[in-house]
């Protein structure tokens, strides 16, 4: 079992920015990857971005690309995801999820086995 806690939302005017961060125990934390999703009311959990256990390969939606960036310290068994440039439609509550390392982009929903609570982001225009 993974447990994942994610922190780091708020309130931000558009063009800001924020860090998220996802907080795992329970288990190695390098022997998962890791993905960000967000959800809005009303309509299916979104991929944002994933990356390999070690770090070292990122995926990415093109929603986001050039704005978000995903990370991890395994050392700290924390993953982030460095969001910039926010634009409204970036409201939701944002997700971190973890599956076991395997090479692969993973944007499925369904792909992943551990999620955190959630954490709202608002981007006021």
């Known amino acids: 079992q993974v447990q994942l806690v994610e922190s780091g939302g708020g309130l931000v005017q558009a063009g800001g920015s924020l860090r998220l961060s996802c907080a795992a125990s329970?288990?190695?934390?390098?022997?998962?990857?890791m993905g960000w999703f967000r959800q809005t009311p009303g309509k299916e959990r979104e991929f944002v971005a994933s990356?390999?256990?070690?770090?070292?390969?990122?995926f990415y939606a093109d929603s986001v690309k050039g704005r978000f960036t995903i990370s991890r310290d395994n050392a700290k068994n924390t993953g982030y995801l460095q969001m910039n440039s926010l634009k409204p439609e970036d409201t939701a509550v944002y997700y971190c999820?973890?599956?076991?390392?395997?090479?692969?982009?993973?944007?499925?929903?369904?792909?992943?086995?551990?999620w955190g609570q959630g954490t709202q982001v608002t981007v006021s225009s």
């Open positions: 999820a973890a599956r076991p390392s395997t090479y692969g982009a993973y944007r499925l929903p369904r792909q992943y086995d551990y």
């Open positions: 329970g288990r190695t934390f390098s022997d998962y990857n």
């Open positions: 990356v390999t256990w070690s770090g070292g390969t990122t």
